[in-house]
């Protein structure tokens, strides 16, 4: 983990990592079986676990500039009406992923974590030790 990163970079590099994630899950082959997609669910989960709290952060940033004085909206306008845009819209987002998003992840993660491959004893190398 780098902490000297601007906060823009971190995020970039988490949307490039989701980006390659895609690509390498559109391979018919990307999981061996079934229950390898729950590592992949649950990294998932966790990243998605994540976002609430680095929105609340932003929002956090954004107010603390915004009672500072120093936004300046392209248009002159005062940054008041749009920094409540941004806090009603980030709230909501954070919201929607705790109260919706995480729940479904969370039982998609249960029931793969569940999964496994076919089993046949006559396979299996030990199965005689």
Known sequence: MD????????AEGAAEAVRTLNHLTLKP????YAGD??????????????????LTQTVAAVERHHRQG?????DGSDPT????RVEENLTAAEVGITDEVIP???????????MGAPYDPA???????
């Open 3 to 10: 902490l000297n990163l601007p906060p823009a970079k971190a």
């Open 29 to 32: 082959a990307a999981f061996e």
């Open 37 to 54: 997609a729950s590592d992949t669910i649950q990294a998932l989960l966790a990243l998605v676990s994540r976002l609430p709290q680095a």
């Open 70 to 74: 120093a936004i300046r909206m392209e």
């Open 81 to 84: 009406d749009a920094f409540l």
């Open 104 to 114: 479904f992840l969370r039982k998609a993660a249960s029931v793969l974590a569940r």
């Open 123 to 129: 396979d299996d190398p030990d199965r005689d030790k």
